[in-house]
């Protein structure tokens, strides 16, 4: 297979006789719940979502709308090769009667890149079984078999684990299909059981294939190492839920930056390191920055303090150089809401002193008081979110009714028969919502701005 940078493939799949015709509209049922128009932007199309978002639906109804088009579930075919085939008394005989295929060097150097294994042969058939699950995929009524020899010992399918044997099936697939050209492919997840350094291999070896095809090949997937290629191309979309349908955002959407930021995590290199005053302040801006700004939650590291005077103490002596280095984070310092007379004095002494200062701003209120109130007004969202019954933790509210806001939180995780973090988490989460239905959400955000720790 060619190694050439991702990027110069996707060009060259634009501007390849399939990519003249794209973006392409496909319109589907609109009594499926999914968005009725999906505008694929590239030739090659990742679509990514969270789990039961309804990706592989997606990938049903466009399948049905593009005619001719083939879909193909990789996880179902790999369960079919290692169970139900794969336990046949017949298979030797199989190998032994059935002569083995041609196969290209770019299809035997895919495979080999795909699993990290320099193999020393391998050997590929194509055995006749009657309702093989592979006939409306490749034009007959046949099932692979794959043999391989590595460090002197053969080995066959059947004692593969299920990334070898998922590298050799979709390269087979691939390399097998009949008349393939110009037929539209679906894969649902082709890279579930491979490991992070062969995912990118398959990024290579969808984009080859779809330039040799002259065909769209469109990708349901779970795997950053895809859906980065995808993004960097502007060649995916994400499904996410609004409410009680679905929604498409395309790689022109201002909001797909943020949405990617908050569905995947820190997957970045850290930027900032956010100081806060104890363990709730802590909980409640990882929540809050994950919710309000997801792009400066994902380049973010989060510590939390033993009170508001460690971290004016150290806010205090930690000088911010006027020229920040190359490779130095950055530090903020977020306090507790009800400490608005002490940050208020303390930036006003440092506003008379020589030398910059690192961002110190409030949260948008008293951690505890935020997560008791808000839970108390919504008690089952909370014990959903706990996976306890909502009778069961109105019960322990009655109970501790009246305690002051810490000692109330400190309560509910000492007895709410959940581990302290998570119980923190949700909380902390019912609190952010809170926040967010009343505009305390916009208004923190507006704070980090005017601490240029984000964009206004």
Known sequence: MRILPVQRRWAELRSSEVGRDFPRTVLIDSSSGLPPVVELPTPLTLIFGLNGVGKTRLLGQIAASMGGAKLVSLHNLVNYLHTAFGIRTDVAEFIEETSPLSISNEHLSAVRDLVRRDYEEIRWYAVPIMDSPFRELVGDDVVPIFVVRHGGVEYDFRTMGLGELSAHLLAWLLSYSRDSRGVPLLLDEPEAFLPPPSRGVVLNYLLEAAIKRQAPIIVASHSLELIRGGLDAESALLLTETGNSTALIGPTSQDLADQVAGLFGRSVDSEWLVLCEDECGYVLAYEALRRFAPQLWQRSNFLWCKGYGDIETIWKHLPRPPVKPEGLVNFA????????????????????????????????????????????????????????????????????????????????????????????????????????????????????????????
């Open 333 to 456: 310092f977020l306090a507790d809401g009800d400490m608005v007379d002490e940050v208020t004095a303390a930036t006003k002494r440092a506003s008379g002193e020589a030398g910059m200062r690192w961002p110190l701003i409030l949260l948008p209120g008293d951690p505890d008081e935020l997560m008791k109130n808000a839970a108390e007004a919504n008690v089952g969202l909370l014990a959903d979110r706990l996976n306890i019954s909502e009778g069961e933790l109105s019960g322990l509210f009655m109970r501790i009714r009246g305690r002051e806001p810490h000692n109330w939180v400190q309560d509910v995780v000492d007895s709410s028969g959940v581990e302290r973090q998570p119980t923190l988490r949700a909380l902390a989460h019912s609190a952010v919502l809170e926040l967010e239905r009343s505009g305390g959400g916009k208004e923190f955000r507006g704070v980090l701005a005017a601490a240029k720790m984000v964009r206004g």
